[in-house]
């Protein structure tokens, strides 16, 4: 009998999540909330470049540093976290410097390559991709603002030199003597740098595809073009570049979404997203063949060329590939580390994390700044949700359905039972049962006896249900862009309480207190739950990225990033988030009379703007559009304010004179004849 009132129950609560999708507040403008970053652990590597013995990696939001003098076991020496997400990394002397998403530019110091440390940052570039760097500046690409330089004289302080919209989104960056060759979306863009004040678009070459990243070598740039293959193009002419070749592996091979190409000798190694290095024989530019390739078993991200080896970044790790003959390259060694973090579940000085591809992974976070690994299991198909209760770890994976791991040695853990629940997405453990979520809808699992895991009932519906957490006398669940909160305390009649309406989707869900963690494809949100019956989105915090598991203990926030591993926030819902004023402009140089756009995008609710455009002028308006009509260097200030206070920003807009041009059509001979002419004529 109390099994059929936990099945009405179960059915009762999800068919409620299936319907509800119009009642109580949105969250289109939340402001931000009190979240500290602590500490970052795994997630996927999509950066490396190669110096001397060490190996400089981006994993998420954090710097490594690996030894490679045996390349068969690379060694990790340290790491630093960066806070934006590592994109691209380009060593010189002592610095590494970090194309740091968001978080822009980011200069650390590595002259110990043990004890790396935070040197400079510069973030008004919008969200950086690639950087190149060559003397004294950093040449940044990022979605929104083309081709960025930056002075790195003094790493410390580094200042903004000049810019250029490259037109679209651009993705990468090579520089080779005075240009910078940027990959921008569907074209190759080549930038006169030769006066970094100015920087100047000096042409451009459709490569017909999606064009990610760019190697130069010699007359040639090299392109990594997604599904087009590689392109080689002609820049002897940086005014008019010409498509010179282009390699493009057949379809039959599953091959050929090419992401980022190293050039070396008359070799083109090439990152593969379906799982490969390849490399493609470019001695003869207009025919490059296939020469070799490697499957990476994992996403291939970036390369780097060094000697005979090929280090390639893939969803675990680093690999490091023996080139010396191209034909049949083969595996030298491998750094692996917890890639695609999907759940996560804190209990104790433990985070247990589930990993898209290796399973349980368990991490030490009793220092949470410095979380370590300590065991791990493989559950055999692609881990998503967690729960921990007691002694054991309940896993739901795609292919294995509900697996129950023994975790009381934390360094072994071992298989204790499991059951087929066609695939999973979330689960909470409850007393003697596990909910679990999947595509078709719930179903409840009897765990009294954790090696003999028995199903006792499932529902079907409309929609999906993604997480589910239980609290008290309260059922939160996530799905179909919502939460829904059911009263579960008369078991025969559960009653929906309250629910809330969200713009992204819902995936995991974690209960602490008064507050709900809740994660999307922006982050994290944080909603009140003190009174059920009318939930209130307190706020967000995105610094976190997409992210899918969610796990609230104490004052801490557990977050399992899709991309970027175990993220740890110390929380304080109740004080408000430190106000932050931040802009973007669609151009920071050019030509006076220079229209200006700016956009506000301070990450918390604004009620006030106030602009001071440096040259006398100043506006109320959240976006303003601003003309300056003189030469000069302008520090803009934004000055932000709402309930919590007042912030500003600046940052510089540099205007110069336009140079005087002569006519394309001018004909100095027609001119020598008329002046000529006319002093005839005036004798």
Not at 232 to 238: A, C, L, M, T
């Amino acid at each position: 009998m109390e099994m059929n009132r936990q099945k009405i129950y179960l059915f009762m609560f999800v068919a409620f999540l299936a319907m509800t999708t119009g009642s109580a507040a949105g969250a289109t403008a939340t402001p931000g909330v009190n979240m500290e970053l602590m500490g970052h652990f795994g997630g996927q590597i999509d950066a490396v470049d190669i110096v001397g013995n060490y190996a400089y990696v981006g994993q998420g939001q954090d710097l490594l540093i690996l030894d490679i003098t045996n390349s068969s076991s690379p060694v990790l020496v340290s790491k630093i976290m960066t806070k934006g997400f590592v994109n691209d990394i380009k060593v010189s002397d002592n610095y590494a410097y970090v194309a740091d998403g968001d978080s822009g530019l980011v200069i650390v110091d590595i002259s110990n390559s043990s004890s790396p440390i935070r040197e400079g940052s510069y973030d008004d570039v919008g969200s950086a991709r690639g950087i190149s760097i060559s003397g004294n500046y950093a040449y940044i690409v990022d979605d929104n603002n083309g081709l960025v330089v930056i002075d790195v004289s003094n790493p410390s302080s580094p200042i903004l030199k000049g810019s250029c919209n490259t037109g679209e989104r651009a993705k990468s960056v090579s520089v080779s003597g005075n240009y910078a060759y940027v990959t921008d979306n569907h074209s190759l863009a080549i930038v006169d740098i030769s006066n970094p004040s100015s920087p100047i678009l000096k042409g451009s070459c459709d490569t017909g595809g999606l064009a990610y990243g760019v190697s130069v070598s010699g007359n040639y740039a090299y392109i990594a073009d997604w599904d087009n293959g590689l392109v080689i193009v002609d820049i002897s002419n940086p005014s008019s570049p010409i498509l010179k070749g282009r390699y493009a592996p057949p379809r039959s091979t599953n091959n050929g979404y090419f992401l980022s190409v190293s050039v070396s000798g008359n070799y083109a190694y090439l990152a593969d997203y379906e799982n490969a290095l390849v490399i493609v024989d470019v001695s003869n530019s207009s025919s490059p063949t296939f020469k070799g390739s490697y499957d990476t078993n994992g996403r291939a991200g970036d390369i780097s060329i060094l000697g005979n080896y090929a280090y390639v970044t893939n969803n675990h790790g680093l690999m490091i590939i023996d080139i010396s003959n191209p034909s049949s390259p083969i595996l030298s060694g491998s750094y692996n580390s917890v890639g695609s973090v999907y759940g996560v579940s804190a209990s104790g000085n433990y985070a247990y994390v589930t990993d898209w591809d290796q399973g349980l992974m368990i991490v030490d976070i009793s220092n949470p700044s410095s979380p370590t690994l300590k065991g791990s299991y493989d559950t055999g198909g692609r881990a998503r949700g967690i729960s921990v209760l007691d002694n054991c770890a309940y896993v739901v994976d795609d292919d294995s359905g509900l697996v129950i791991i023994d975790i009381s040695n934390p360094s072994s853990p071992i298989i204790k039972g499991s059951c087929n629940t066609t695939g999973g997405l979330g689960v909470s453990v409850s007393g003697n049962y596990a909910y679990v979520t999947n595509n078709r809808g719930l179903v409840i699992v009897d765990i009294s006896n954790p090696s003999s895991p028995i199903i006792k009932g499932s529902h079907n519906i409309t929609g999906s249900a993604c997480g589910v957490s239980v609290s008290d006398n309260y059922a939160y669940v996530t799905g179909n862009h919502s939460l829904v909160i059911i009263d579960i305390s008369n078991l025969s009649s559960p009653i929906m309480k309250g629910s809330c309406n969200f713009t992204e989707s819902t995936w995991g869900i974690s209960v602490s207190g008064n507050y709900a963690y809740i994660t999307n494809d922006q982050g994290l949100s944080i909603v009140d739950i003190s009174n059920p019956s009318s939930p209130n989105i307190k706020g967000s915090c995105n610094s976190v990225g997409s992210a899918w598991g969610v796990s609230a203990s104490d004052n801490y926030v557990y977050v399992a990033g899709i991309g970027n591993g175990l993220v740890i926030l110390k929380a304080n819902p109740e004080k408000p988030a430190h106000l932050v004023a931040n802009f973007s402009s669609n151009i920071t140089s050019g030509y006076a009379p220079l229209s200006v756009q700016f956009n506000d995008s301070s990450p918390q609710t604004v009620t006030a703007w106030n602009w001071d455009f440096g040259d006398g002028d100043n506006s109320t308006n959240q976006n303003p559009v601003h003309i300056y009509s003189s030469e000069g260097t302008y520090t803009v200030n934004l000055t932000i304010s709402n309930a919590n206070g007042t912030a500003s920003k600046t940052r510089e807009i540099n205007v110069q004179t336009a140079p005087h041009t002569i006519p394309d059509k001018f004909n100095f001979l027609t001119f020598s004849i008329i002046l000529l002419f006319l002093c005839k004529k005036s004798i």
